[in-house]
């Protein structure tokens, strides 16, 4: 299995700009979420689907960030406008919903945002 | 609600010396414990998990860790440190919908 795949891993763009980024989950697994991790305030949970209904968006900063899930095996995580304050690393993980393997996320490699 | 603390925000440590890394946690019911690590420009990777049954279990790369319930703790151990262990380590506690972490301990390894 390939795992959890992002793109882009790193993007560099302007104040201002539409920044889109992109998670293909791992085969079957059922949920999804997007995270989002600084220095100052570590791993913040932003968003998460099951079965690409979005269950709690509450973690989402501010209405610039919105997410979709348009089928099982595609993401996107969207900021428009992007400020400078939303540099940050954002991971994608899946998992496999409730059972013995609940709670086992399972990450990608992130998506390293600069808004200059 | 839930919560997860890691006391020490770095830790550097002699390779082949002994490792603890410290996690406490508040949860309502029975815990689902949890113990990733993070390797520079990586996501993170589960090494260990505590559902039910035994206290002290094993995970990947030689770690263990240990519920302790009375202490509400999940610390995770390793016998010898190896230089490659060097990473950031964060302790989770949750099921999957409704996962917290802990800020993370940095691990530096000495030669």
């Known amino acids: 299995d390939a795992g959890v795949i992002q793109s882009p891993r790193h993007e560099v763009t302007e104040m201002g700009q539409e920044v889109t980024l992109r998670c293909k989950p791992i085969?079957?697994?059922?949920?999804l979420f997007w995270y989002r991790q600084t220095m100052m305030r570590g791993l913040e949970l932003l968003i998460y689907?099951?079965?690409?209904?979005?269950?709690?968006d509450s973690g989402m900063p501010e209405d610039r960030f919105s997410a979709k899930m348009p089928n099982a095996s595609f993401s996107t995580l969207k900021i428009q406008p992007s400020e400078p304050r939303d540099s940050a690393v954002y991971f994608c993980?899946?998992?496999?919903?409730?059972?013995?393997?609940?709670?086992?996320?399972?990450f990608g490699e992130g998506s390293r945002l600069t808004v200059l | 609600a839930q919560s997860v603390t890691q006391p020490d925000i770095h830790i550097t440590v002699s390779e082949g010396a002994s490792l603890e890394l410290r996690c406490n946690y508040s949860?309502?019911?029975?815990?689902?414990l949890f113990w990733y690590v993070q390797s520079p420009g990586q996501g993170l990777q589960l090494l260990l998990k505590?559902?039910?049954?035994?206290?002290l279990v094993q995970g990947i790369k030689g770690f263990e860790a240990e519920f302790k319930r009375s202490q509400s703790s999940f610390n995770l151990r390793k016998p010898s440190v190896h230089w490659s262990d060097a990473a950031e380590y964060f302790c989770?506690?949750?099921?999957?919908?409704?996962?917290?972490f802990g800020a993370g301990t940095r691990l530096t390894v000495k030669p």
């Open positions: 949860y309502g019911a029975t815990p689902y």
């Open positions: 689907f099951n079965n690409n209904v979005p269950i709690d």
């Open positions: 085969s079957g697994h059922d949920y």
């Open positions: 505590y559902f039910s049954g035994d206290t």
């Open positions: 989770a506690v949750g099921a999957s919908d409704d996962m917290r």
């Open positions: 993980a899946s998992s496999l919903g409730r059972g013995l393997n609940t709670g086992e996320l399972f």
